[in-house]
């Protein structure tokens, strides 16, 4: 490994392959794969008939190779008299007609036209390095006047990002045809530093430039062609496949449970992303069957963000269960079409194998993984874009109880589930409701009825059950009106301030459900509440408004201009900011001179909740400050197996605990949900206040 060259520009030195060969003496040194490796596309492009100029040949014996098998028509020239006195001396006897020369690939001797193709092995990387790309632009420039028309040059090379892009705009701004194999790493274990993918080069000679540019990549050396539109797009091609080497080299050589790598493997026809993985190792000192090297997981479809796939800490729990030295989690994407497991399986097989553990048989068999061994269900009903969000999808899946439901995800946010409604078949519902009507006083949440058939678009014979909030954080903040007093006779009233619409589920849920009460909304994004509207059965009213705009500004502005107040103010609304460390709210919805205003804005037995999501602990412990110092009561109640922790704050005083009449004060409303709805009897709220009220702590 001391002969590699330090630096890049010492691959261009002359000065230096002459100290290499003198060291290297007479064992040949292969740069970027042997014979074996690079013949099938060499004679794909090369043939034998062919008069070849070898550029920058080295002590190869690749060109011996190749006069062996019948290319008896090579020009090899170099840089280096040394190199050049040993070739020719080596073949003298029997390779009388394979010639070295001592040339400059800059200013060769050579006529006009004279050779049918230019093999180049490393030289292009070597000499990029100098004089900015000049020196190697010179060189193709020469390599380009030599071919005739038709020619080609082939280079094989590692495709550094600078080194690729100087030699396709090279060749694309001529009129030259230029395509790209990737051939993979190499094999060469006195080279296994080299992680980085082989690639070979090939520009074709057109009599007349074309008049668009022609760019192609292949995967290997038989892969099709895909034609790509702009030299942008192949070097991110070339980076991807760079990156896929560099992965997979690292796997090779250990395993480690700190780390948790994964990459994108697209459809080949489309370029869009098909699967997702995610590679989890098991901890050290680990009890692990002796057998279990390796296992794939399939995520079922539409349940890719639970926590148990979409979070590492997740994902630590399954490969823990599993028990493996390493296990593969594999995640499908939208508007993918997949036919069953075992096709699924024979797609991942030849690459999942590639990112197989060290020290693995060859002969071991990999199971794959998967929930009850089905690939899960997911349709698209809707996308689009907004102008805030970016692009948004909406889609039915099937979860682990069997139920559908339907999810609004933004795409740009880990595919982050910004809503969730669980679907109904009104028929069945209607029958539930009838068994159910009498026991309606136990107030324990109803049973759908299994869903078994896919979801329908609006107007089909699904709907949006809006009893049923999916939302474990909603479903906090409902049972938190308890504190109001809400279903007894002399608290008819509730008004509510919601920031933050999502789906609708949670306003819909107070307007049809909760005595009295009546909502504004208010919603950042137009195009929320159009898919609100257009697919989670959101329907304003009188009783239940929205005003689109600033959820800061609108509370501004009411108090601004006085005579109104709020029985319940709740935050609800996401930050379009992942880096804070709170994705829920933006900071400026807790600062205290804000929060002063929102308890402004309350009535006096006003309760002002907040949807908390806040993994950096020091900013965690800032926020509850305060809001503490706004709100002397802060009742907090998280959310089991979720980051968010909803807090009921209001400012009365007195009782410094969870006041034992709140679980009373539960029941009643409980008992007074959807007595008053005007909501059909197929529709009840699905909810159990005491439950969620028992788990209630001081903040």
């Known amino acids: 490994m001391s002969l590699l060259p330090r630096t890049a520009e010492e691959f261009s030195s002359a000065e230096y392959w002459e100290r290499f060969f003198k060291k290297r003496g007479e064992k040949a040194f292969e740069w970027y794969g042997d014979y074996n490796k690079l013949c099938g596309v060499l004679h794909k492009y090369i043939k034998p008939r062919d008069k070849v100029l070898v550029v920058g040949c080295g002590n190869s014996e690749l060109s011996e190779q190749l006069y062996d098998v019948g290319y008896r028509h090579l020009t090899n020239i170099d840089i280096s008299e040394t190199v050049v006195n040993h070739m020719n001396q080596k073949n ?46 010179r060189m193709l420039a020469e390599v380009g006047r030599v071919l005739g028309i038709g020619g080609r040059y082939v280079c094989v090379t590692l495709a550094q990002e600078s080194v690729i892009k100087l030699a396709v705009e090279h060749f694309i701004q001529v009129g030259w045809a230029v395509r790209l194999h990737c051939l993979g790493d190499p094999e060469s274990q006195e080279v296994s530093s080299f992680a980085l993918p082989v690639f070979v080069l090939v520009c074709t000679k057109f ?52 780390s948790t790598p994964s990459l994108t493997l697209c459809h080949a026809p489309t370029g869009r992303p098909r699967y997702t993985l995610t590679v989890q190792d098991c901890p050290p000192g680990a009890k692990v069957p002796r057998a279990n090297h390796f296992a794939i997981f399939i995520v079922p479809q539409g349940r890719e963000t639970d926590w148990l796939y979409g979070l590492a800490e997740g994902r630590g729990q399954l490969a823990a269960s599993a028990n493996f030295r390493r296990l593969v989690v594999v995640a499908m994407h939208r508007e993918q079409e997949y036919t069953d497991m075992q096709a699924v399986q024979s797609e991942l097989s030849p690459m999942v ?16 993984l998967s929930v009850g061994g089905e690939l899960g269900w997911r349709e698209v009903v809707s996308h689009g874009t907004s102008d805030l969000s970016g692009q948004y999808s909406v889609e039915d899946v099937r979860g682990e109880d069997g139920q559908l439901y339907r999810r609004l995800v933004f795409l740009a946010n880990d595919g982050l589930v910004q809503s969730e409604s669980r679907l109904t078949n009104p028929a069945a519902a209607a029958a539930l409701s ?167 804005l309350l009535t006096p037995r006003g309760v002002f909740m907040l949807n908390l999501v806040c993994r950096d602990s020091a900013l965690k412990k800032s926020v509850l400050g305060r809001v503490r110092g706004v709100f002397p009561r802060v009742l907090s109640r998280g959310i089991e197996g979720e980051v968010n922790e909803v807090l009921l704050c209001s400012r009365g005083t007195g009782e410094t605990g969870v006041p034992p009449s709140l679980l009373k004060a539960g029941k009643t409303l409980q008992g007074a949900l959807g007595m008053n709805s005007s909501r059909a009897a197929t529709c009840i709220p699905q909810i159990d206040i005491t439950e969620l009220l028992e788990d209630l702590k001081v903040a």
Request: charge should be negative; charged fraction near 25%.
């Open 92 to 137: 003298a006897k029997q390779r009388p007609d394979l010639t070295f020369q001592m040339v400059d690939a800059t200013q060769t001797p050579y006529e006009d036209g004279s050779y049918q193709a230019a093999l180049d092995k490393g030289t292009l990387d070597a000499m990029a390095s100098q004089e900015e790309g000049a020196l190697a632009g």
């Open 207 to 258: 009599r007349k430039p074309m008049p668009m540019p022609i760019l192609e990549m292949c995967q290997g050396e038989d892969g099709a062609p895909v034609r790509l539109p702009v030299v942008a797009d192949l070097l991110s091609v070339v980076r991807e496949r760079q990156a896929y080497a560099m992965l997979r080299q690292r796997l090779r050589t250990g395993t480690d449970a700190s």
């Open 353 to 368: 194998m590639e990112l197989a553990p060290p020290g693995m048989p060859a002969n071991q068999k990999v199971p794959f």
């Open 434 to 600: 009838r068994k159910n009507k009498k026991s309606r006083r136990k107030a324990k949440p109803s049973t759908s009825p299994p869903m078994t058939t896919p979801s329908q678009t609006p107007g089909g014979a699904l709907e949006v059950d809006k009893g049923y909030l999916c939302c474990a954080h909603h479903r906090v903040m409902v049972a938190g009106l308890a504190m109001l007093g809400v279903g007894t006779d002399h608290n008819k009233d509730v008004s509510v301030l919601l920031v933050g619409l999502g789906g609708g589920g949670l306003p819909q849920f107070l307007r049809d459900f909760v005595p009295g009460a009546r909502v504004e909304v208010v919603e950042l994004d137009p195009a929320v509440l159009e898919v609100a509207q257009g697919w989670f059965g959101f329907t304003p009213d009188e009783r239940l408004t929205v005003t689109l705009g600033d959820g800061l500004e609108r509370i501004n502005n009411i108090e601004r201009e006085g005579g109104h107040q709020y029985d319940v103010i709740m935050f609800d609304v996401d930050s379009k900011d992942p880096s804070l460390g709170m994705s829920c709210p933006p900071p400026a919805f807790v600062e205290t001179a804000f929060l002063d205003r929102v308890g402004n």
